[in-house]
């Protein structure tokens, strides 16, 4: 079992930067497949970034070159530095970890944070 808590949510103008945080407490011994997804009321859940056990990153063709996730192993925290945000990432955000050596459609994750919003205004 892992427990995630989300941090650093916020309101921002476009074209501003929030980081996220994501702390992982409980089982952190063993290495897992981490992620970032994002969810607006009344549409789907999408994946938006992730990071494999070994580091390799992928990301949602509308975030490529804006977002940016990373670990920080030791201090068992996951990050996504979202810079030149726009009105449509606005959403609830989510941290999620997974067993798999990669991850990234949501049945991948079994662990899930409660999630922090984010509000991007014009």
């Known amino acids: 079992q892992v427990q995630l808590v989300e941090s650093g949510g916020g309101s921002v103008q476009t074209g501003g930067s929030l980081r996220l945080s994501c702390v992982a407490s409980g089982n952190t011994k063993r290495s897992y497949c981490m992620g970032w997804f994002r969810q607006v009321p009344g549409k789907e859940r999408e994946a938006v970034a992730s990071?494999?056990?070994?580091?390799?990153?992928s990301y949602r063709d509308s975030v490529k070159d804006r977002f940016t996730i990373s670990r920080d192993n030791p201090k068992n925290t996951l990050y996504l530095q979202m810079n030149d945000l726009k009105p449509e990432d606005t959403a609830m955000y989510y941290c999620?970890?997974?067993?798999?050596?990669?991850?990234?459609?949501?049945?991948?994750?079994?662990?899930w944070g409660q999630g922090t919003q984010v509000a991007v205004s014009s």
């Open positions: 999620a970890a997974g067993l798999n050596w990669a991850c990234w459609r949501g049945d991948e994750f079994g662990y």
């Open positions: 990071i494999s056990r070994d580091a390799i990153t």
